[in-house]
């Protein structure tokens, strides 16, 4: 069960045994060299959108991610660290299943979302934020709309839908997050974020080391969402952190066929680049200072899941995750519960076609919307 408790706080799961850290070496096995170039959000979302929202005689603008025209509204909402970018393939994956409109936004001091006050994270903030979005998209009159939300995504996912900040609320959708291994997990995640590398070489960097330490499992995935985890920093190559980042820890499978004499000669090269550049990339979005709302994301999740009165689903990675609450709520049919096996925590990136299916069978049974023409279920 230990294993299991970093992965329901943040969107980000553990290096897998036997995986690296920085400054170790990485080898991905034989065969031919992996992809890590980036792939852009319109390969997989149609429009972007900058929503503004009134606060306190100031605007904060939320970025927003859209695809469809008609059927309800999937309001997506990524975990910590995340962006909405995490939606990506699932979001191309969903509109081709059923009739539907996906809305993914990043949440505040997140992605390209920019805020006045960044440092606010509390649940209730965020929460608020979620309605004050949809407002400015909808009006008064907003279509259907289900939510989606994965770690800690999904838990404002429940503080929005308790609050009845989306009053048109369908569905709600809750992907592996649970309060009691997510409360279990809080005294530990500082060790585990203080184990990520603090910066890349290059964003082709950040993607590699993304897929090789098991943080997202699918690497298409990978290759379009971890722009919106990093950005790009200008500084003085001369800096500590950006000598020792997570580029001088991974080695290509081509770079093990060469002597040591020209694979030392290539680093070298590599290196010298980087300090004509004096750029590198480092985490949009430092987790470790938001310490002090992982608490109220979480307490009392159980409970908020079960009281909202429309239909809910749970999609977890592991059946261990259940605590007490949702095990008794469960066995009660209070909710569809579905695992899905082989999935690290990042589900909805690692199997985005499982989760798709799995949603889409839901929204069908309930009436919420149709299958497309010419689709098999």
């Not at 979302?45 to 859209?66: G, L, M, P, Q, S």
């Not at 992605?111 to 909808?138: I, Q």
């Not at 899905?340 to 069908?364: I, R």
């Amino acid at each position: 069960m230990e294993k299991q408790l970093h992965l329901n706080l943040l969107a980000s799961r553990p290096p897998v045994a036997g995986g690296f850290q920085s400054g170790s070496k990485m080898k991905m096995g034989p065969g031919r060299k992996k992809d890590f170039t980036p792939l852009l959000w319109s390969q997989y979302f149609e429009t972007i959108e900058d929503v503004e929202v009134e606060n306190d005689n100031d605007k904060d603008i939320f970025r927003v991610y859209c695809s469809g025209s008609s059927g309800p509204v999937l309001l997506l909402l990524h975990g910590g660290g995340h962006s909405a970018l995490s939606w990506a393939v699932f979001t191309a994956v969903i509109c081709s299943r059923i009739n539907c409109r996906v809305v993914a936004m990043d949440l505040r001091a997140h992605g390209d979302t920019k805020v006045k006050n960044p440092e606010d994270l509390s649940a209730d903030t965020m929460a608020k934020d979620v309605g004050k979005v949809v407002e400015v998209l909808y009006g008064e009159s907003p279509p259907p709309i289900m939510i989606i939300g994965h770690s800690m995504g999904g838990a404002i996912a429940v503080h929005a839908a308790s609050a009845n900040h989306v009053p048109s609320l369908l569905g709600l959708c809750v992907i592996d997050v649970v309060e009691g291994t997510a409360m279990d997990a809080l005294n530990s995640m500082q060790n585990f974020l203080r184990s990520r590398p603090k910066t890349f070489k290059s964003l082709e960097n950040a993607i590699e080391w993304s897929v090789k330490s098991g943080q997202i499992r699918n690497i298409e995935s990978a290759r379009v969402s971890m722009g919106g985890q990093v950005k790009r920093c200008e500084e003085s190559a001369s800096n500590p952190s950006v000598s020792n980042s997570i580029g001088e820890g991974i080695i290509e499978e081509e770079e093990e066929e060469q002597g040591p004499e020209e694979s030392n000669k290539k680093r070298m090269k590599e290196d010298d680049q980087e300090v004509k550049k004096e750029s590198f990339y480092t985490w949009r979005v430092d987790l470790s200072k938001t310490e002090k709302y992982w608490d109220g994301w979480f307490r009392g999740l159980s409970a908020l899941f079960l009281s909202c009165s429309v239909p809910k689903l749970l999609l977890l990675a592991g059946v261990d995750r259940l605590d007490k609450d949702l095990t008794i709520g469960q066995m009660q049919g209070k909710f569809q519960m579905q695992v899905l096996s082989q999935c690290g925590h990042t589900v909805h990136e690692d199997a985005p076609e499982k989760v798709a299916d799995a949603l889409a069978t839901f929204m069908v049974r309930h009436k919420f919307t149709e299958f497309k023409e010419g689709f098999l279920c």
